[in-house]
């Protein structure tokens, strides 16, 4: 079992930038996939960045200004969110699994999600 903690949620303006971050409850392999979601009111969970094994995926929609990194000697998973538009305020899910990424970046291989930390972006 792995407990995912998000934090660093918090409200900006368009424009601004802010930094979440997972916190595992025990070592996550380099190999392992681990990623951020995301899910505004009314609408899907939705893929942000996905990262293991060497791989990334990003959202087209985030592409350019969102980086997705991981300390794996703190069992950390990072969003560094840039550029922020109002379109991307929602509330932001860590999820892990216990493989390395598949090669679609499915949301299906993922065993694990942390509860959220909610992200506010004001026009």
């Known amino acids: 079992q792995v407990q995912l903690v998000e934090d660093g949620g918090g409200s900006v303006q368009a424009g601004g930038s802010l930094r979440i971050s997972c916190k595992a409850s025990r070592y996550i392999y380099s190999l392992y996939c681990m990623g951020w979601f995301r899910q505004a009111p009314g609408k899907e969970r939705e893929e942000v960045a996905i990262?293991?094994?060497?791989?990334?995926y990003y959202a087209d929609s985030v592409k350019g200004r969102f980086t997705i990194s991981r300390d794996n000697s703190k069992s950390t998973l990072y969003l560094q969110l840039n550029s922020l538009k109002p379109e991307d305020a929602a509330m932001y899910y860590c999820?892990?699994?216990?493989?390395?990424?598949?090669?679609?970046?499915?949301?299906?291989?993922?065993?694990?999600w942390g509860q959220g930390t909610q992200v506010t972006v004001s026009s």
């Open positions: 999820a892990a699994a216990e493989t390395s990424c598949t090669g679609d970046f499915s949301r299906d291989q993922f065993t694990y």
């Open positions: 990262m293991g094994g060497g791989r990334t």
